[in-house]
């Protein structure tokens, strides 16, 4: 004989586990939002500790930080390239999508198996924990208490809203409870977000003490641009590039935390003279003043990661002399706060060229996303071998001793700016009215200056275009070019001509290893007026 019985579908909850048969849809999608909510209060406490704490760091900002130095370069260059200079908040945006993405699957799976779901949490907060530890200044017991409170509060909420999730869509007052239940764990997840990151900029300022620096009279100064150096022509880049329009490219994630009370730079290795010193001292030191124009080797032919400013610092060379550096030194190697590595050749701080230590960008000091305290600014050498932010540390050794940070993932170790010209405007795909118009845009090769700019349209003759007064030779130069513009679609390119007289290749090569090159062109329609 065979039985047969009809089962009610029903939960059976323990201590670790919550077990259904079958959930209604409607719980299965409130069960998913509130592994969101949970996902984001977890992320959101990560911030808030890092808020809270000046030693720790943002565990979503130590992940990005190990997403950065893991993966290929291929994939950095494609950051760079879609984001430009948003590509840390891009990396910052996906990060918090994929933990949301994540906590909406744990959310779903948890009431058949909630242990799975502390499972989950733990991991989360196990790999932020794991990422923060990887940074110089935070101490595992940091680190792990960091990661395990952000899981366990994850855990609490997703427990709490798994137990307000109606069993039925249709029961209103269950489902207005679930709902101000995923409101109110949101709410603090936005509160908890926002006060860590308003806490991580406020202590940022207040333990570096910059608001207090006083910059020093300098040595050697230059003159502010005047109408020679500068065209007025809309569209065109500035002449100098104000601090909080110049380009960004670094690997530091979050804008390291530096106290300048504790703050010292440390000239050391093949030396006879290692020493130390402190903000102040360094700031008693003779500064001179100078314009030079700092390009990312990541640029693209056209591209806008590149910038000229008035610097203000400690000419390298002296402190070098103080040093005293030794026969066989031929790499110097600048090391920031973060142990991000630079190494350039040894020759190329007695060259001649620019090369400070510097304090001070357009007449204030360093801004923190530029390097404050100090940086090093060397002319004509692109920033991934030279620019250090945040400098803590010069060290004289060999060439084949020591790889700083980028070479190991294929960029070539020596790296002088190339030739460059851009056409700021027209821009691509620009539509203009037929009749006199001004092409115009900037020129570049730090430490060898520009001396000629040409113009040609369809591939026609090459004008020579009238340049702005030099700077100086490490700063770029605007130019710009009278054209009677006919109705049509048209193809503008440049190319500029270095002091020594080399002119910029057209031939086409991208970014890696060294430089992008080629001549910048642009495509635009040019209309009649209307009748």
Same mark, same amino acid.
């Given at each position: 004989?065979?039985?047969?019985?009809?089962?009610?579908?029903?939960?059976?909850?323990?201590?670790?586990?919550?077990?259904?048969?079958?959930?209604?849809?409607?719980?299965?999608?409130?069960?998913?939002?509130?592994?969101?909510?949970?996902?984001?209060?977890?992320?959101?406490?990560?911030?808030?500790?890092?808020?809270? !704490?000046?030693?720790?760091?943002?565990?979503?900002?130590?992940?990005?930080?190990?997403?950065?130095?893991?993966?290929?370069?291929?994939?950095?260059?494609?950051?760079?390239?879609?984001?430009?200079?948003?590509?840390?908040?891009?990396?910052?945006?996906?990060?918090?999508?994929?933990?949301?993405?994540?906590?909406?699957?744990?959310?779903?799976?948890?009431?058949?198996?909630?242990?799975?779901?502390?499972?989950?949490?733990?991991?989360?907060?196990?790999?932020?924990?794991?990422?923060?530890?990887?940074?110089?200044?935070?101490?595992?017991?940091?680190?792990?208490?960091?990661?395990?409170?952000?899981?366990?509060?994850?855990?609490?909420?997703?427990?709490?809203?798994?137990?307000?999730?109606?069993?039925?869509?249709?029961?209103?007052?269950?489902?207005?409870?679930?709902?101000?239940?995923?409101?109110?764990?949101?709410?603090?997840?936005?509160?908890?977000?926002?006060?860590?990151?308003?806490?991580?900029?406020?202590?940022?300022?207040?333990?570096?003490?910059?608001?207090?620096?006083?910059?020093?009279?300098?040595?050697?100064?230059?003159?502010?641009?005047?109408?020679?150096?500068?065209?007025?022509?809309?569209?065109?880049?500035?002449?100098?590039?104000?601090?909080?329009?110049?380009?960004?490219?670094?690997?530091?994630?979050?804008?390291?935390?530096?106290?300048?009370?504790?703050?010292?730079?440390?000239?050391?290795?093949?030396?006879?003279?290692?020493?130390?010193?402190?903000?102040?001292?360094?700031?008693?030191?003779?500064?001179?003043?100078?314009?030079?124009?700092? !390009?990312?080797?990541?640029?693209?032919?056209?591209?806008?990661?590149?910038?000229?400013?008035?610097?203000?610092?400690?000419?390298?060379?002296?402190?070098?002399?103080?040093?005293?550096?030794?026969?066989?030194?031929?790499?110097?190697?600048?090391?920031?706060?973060?142990?991000?590595?630079?190494?350039?050749?040894?020759?190329?701080?007695?060259?001649?060229?620019?090369?400070?230590?510097?304090?001070?960008?357009?007449?204030?000091?360093?801004?923190?996303?530029?390097?404050?305290?100090?940086?090093?600014?060397?002319?004509?050498?692109?920033?991934?071998?030279?620019?250090?932010?945040?400098?803590?540390?010069?060290?004289?050794?060999?060439?084949?001793?020591?790889?700083?940070?980028?070479?190991?993932?294929?960029?070539?170790?020596?790296?002088?700016?190339?030739?460059?010209?851009?056409?700021?405007?027209?821009?691509?795909?620009?539509?203009?009215?037929?009749?006199?118009?001004?092409?115009?845009?900037?020129?570049?090769?730090?430490?060898?200056?520009?001396?000629?700019?040409?113009?040609?349209?369809?591939?026609?003759?090459?004008?020579?275009?009238?340049?702005?007064?030099?700077?100086?030779?490490?700063?770029?130069?605007?130019?710009?070019?009278?054209?009677?513009?006919?109705?049509?679609?048209?193809?503008?390119?440049?190319?500029?001509?270095?002091?020594?007289?080399?002119?910029?290749?057209?031939?086409?090569?991208?970014?890696?290893?060294?430089?992008?090159?080629?001549?910048?062109?642009?495509?635009?329609?040019?209309?009649?007026?209307?009748?």
């Amino acid at each position: 004989m065979v039985h047969s019985s009809k089962r009610t579908e029903m939960a059976v909850a323990t201590e670790s586990d919550v077990t259904i048969e079958a959930p209604p849809p409607g719980r299965v999608r409130g069960d998913g939002l509130a592994g969101v909510a949970a996902a984001a209060l977890s992320l959101a406490a990560g911030e808030a500790i890092a808020g809270a !704490s000046p030693t720790v760091p943002s565990l979503v900002e130590s992940v990005g930080g190990w997403v950065i130095d893991s993966v290929p370069p291929w994939v950095k260059d494609f950051a760079i390239r879609t984001f430009g200079i948003y590509d840390k908040l891009a990396l910052v945006v996906g990060i918090v999508v994929v933990a949301l993405l994540l906590g909406y699957i744990v959310g779903r799976l948890a009431r058949r198996r909630f242990s799975a779901a502390v499972t989950a949490f733990v991991v989360f907060g196990g790999v932020g924990a794991a990422a923060a530890a990887r940074e110089p200044r935070v101490s595992i017991g940091q680190a792990l208490l960091a990661g395990a409170v952000a899981a366990l509060l994850g855990i609490i909420a997703l427990r709490w809203l798994l137990r307000r999730n109606p069993p039925s869509p249709v029961e209103a007052s269950s489902r207005r409870a679930f709902l101000i239940g995923l409101g109110a764990v949101g709410g603090l997840a936005i509160a908890a977000a926002g006060g860590g990151r308003w806490l991580i900029s406020r202590a940022r300022r207040a333990i570096s003490g910059r608001e207090e620096v006083v910059l020093p009279l300098a040595l050697e100064t230059v003159p502010d641009p005047v109408a020679a150096n500068s065209f007025e022509v809309e569209g065109l880049t500035p002449i100098v590039v104000p601090n909080d329009q110049f380009y960004r490219i670094d690997t530091a994630l979050s804008v390291p935390r530096v106290d300048l009370s504790t703050w010292t730079l440390s000239i050391k290795g093949m030396v006879d003279r290692p020493f130390q010193i402190s903000y102040a001292d360094l700031m008693d030191m003779d500064m001179v003043e100078r314009y030079v124009t700092l !390009s990312c080797v990541s640029n693209n032919v056209g591209g806008d990661l590149v910038g000229n400013a008035k610097w203000l610092g400690v000419p390298l060379p002296g402190l070098l002399d103080r040093a005293g550096v030794q026969t066989g030194a031929e790499q110097l190697v600048g090391r920031s706060v973060d142990d991000f590595t630079v190494g350039f050749p040894v020759a190329a701080a007695f060259d001649g060229r620019e090369a400070l230590v510097a304090v001070a960008m357009n007449g204030e000091p360093l801004p923190f996303e530029h390097g404050f305290p100090a940086r090093l600014v060397v002319a004509g050498l692109y920033g991934y071998v030279s620019a250090t932010k945040w400098l803590k540390e010069i060290e004289l050794t060999t060439w084949d001793a020591f790889d700083a940070y980028w070479i190991p993932r294929g960029w070539a170790k020596e790296a002088p700016i190339k030739t460059q010209s851009r056409i700021d405007t027209p821009g691509p795909r620009a539509q203009i009215i037929s009749g006199l118009r001004t092409i115009a845009g900037v020129a570049w090769a730090p430490n060898r200056g520009i001396s000629k700019v040409e113009v040609s349209v369809d591939n026609g003759s090459w004008r020579e275009a009238e340049l702005s007064e030099p700077l100086g030779q490490d700063a770029w130069r605007q130019w710009r070019l009278d054209w009677v513009a006919i109705s049509g679609r048209h193809e503008i390119a440049v190319r500029a001509t270095d002091g020594p007289g080399e002119t910029q290749t057209r031939a086409e090569t991208p970014p890696a290893p060294d430089g992008a090159t080629g001549w910048h062109t642009v495509t635009i329609m040019v209309a009649d007026p209307a009748a």
